[in-house]
């Protein structure tokens, strides 16, 4: 097994940035591939972004496509999130997530793909 520790919420200002961090320990061979979702109180949780850890193939939304950009720092077992131009509808509780198997391209944003979990970090952007 994998756990998942993210940090790096908070609040900002619309037109601001915050970079979102999620450190894996344990089996980390469960965590080749890993996406970061995010869920809004009354919607369902979103897949924002992700990335192939062992070759960095990356996929992201396209609500958040040209703002967030997903990265994997191997050598710290570390996925990040760095979120420019905040808008307000970015906030959300953020989870982190990974998957030992292959998992096709297309469902790489799909939360029902991953099997491990991090506990989440609050982002919110008003004014």
């Known amino acids: 097994q994998v756990q998942l520790v993210e940090s790096g919420g908070g609040s900002a200002e619309p037109g601001g940035s915050l970079t979102l961090s999620c450190a894996a320990s344990g089996d980390t061979d469960s965590s080749r591939y890993m996406g970061w979702f995010r869920q809004a109180p009354g919607k369902e949780r979103e897949g924002v972004a992700a990335i192939y850890t062992g070759g960095g193939g990356t996929y992201t939304a396209d609500s958040v496509k040209g703002r967030f950009t997903i990265s994997h720092d191997s050598a710290k077992n570390t996925m990040y999130l760095k979120m420019n131009s905040l808008k307000a509808e970015d906030t959300a509780m953020y989870y982190c997530?990974?998957?030992?198997?292959?998992?096709?391209?297309?469902?790489?944003?799909?939360?029902?793909?991953?099997?491990?979990w991090g506990q989440g970090t609050q982002v919110t952007v008003s004014s």
């Open positions: 997530a990974a998957q030992r198997r292959w998992i096709l391209p297309i469902r790489r944003l799909r939360a029902g793909e991953y099997a491990y």
